[in-house]
Nanobody, 115 residues
Framework: QVQFVESGGGLVQPGGSLRLSCAVS????????MGWYRQAPGKQRELVAT???????TSAGSVKGRFTISRDSAKNTVFLQMNSLKPEDTGVYYC?????????WGQGTQVTVSS
């Protein structure tokens, strides 16, 4: 059974940083590219960043240069380093596979950027 457990969110001031983690269970980590997604209040879930098994990354224009995705294959964990946070980065952050039909979503981790 595939499960995603996200952690690391919290309340941070504009300009601050957070590092999100996603523990992935199930034998998919070596097969799929992984992605971080976010859902802001009242908006649809959007893809924020992706990383392939070979380490090739992409990021949405709104976070480019501020967010960095990485993965630790030995620990089946995906990370999202978020710097220079803005209020518009507020939302629930999820991880799931990328470039494929997503598996069941985890609970996500709340990120709130506010002064």
């Amino acid at each position: 059974q595939v499960q995603f457990v996200e952690s690391g969110g919290g309340l941070v001031q504009p300009g601050g940083s957070l590092r999100l983690s996603c523990a992935v269970s199930g034998s998919i980590f070596s097969i799929y590219a992984m992605g971080w997604y976010r859902q802001a209040p009242g908006k649809q879930r959007e893809l924020v960043a992706t990383i392939t098994g070979g380490g090739v990354t992409t990021s949405a224009g709104s976070v480019k240069g501020r967010f960095t995705i990485s993965r630790d294959s030995a620990k089946n964990t995906v990370f999202l380093q978020m710097n220079s946070l803005k209020p518009e980065d507020t939302g629930v952050y999820y991880c799931n596979v990328a470039f494929a039909v997503p598996f069941a979503w985890g609970q996500g981790t709340q990120v709130t950027v506010s002064s």
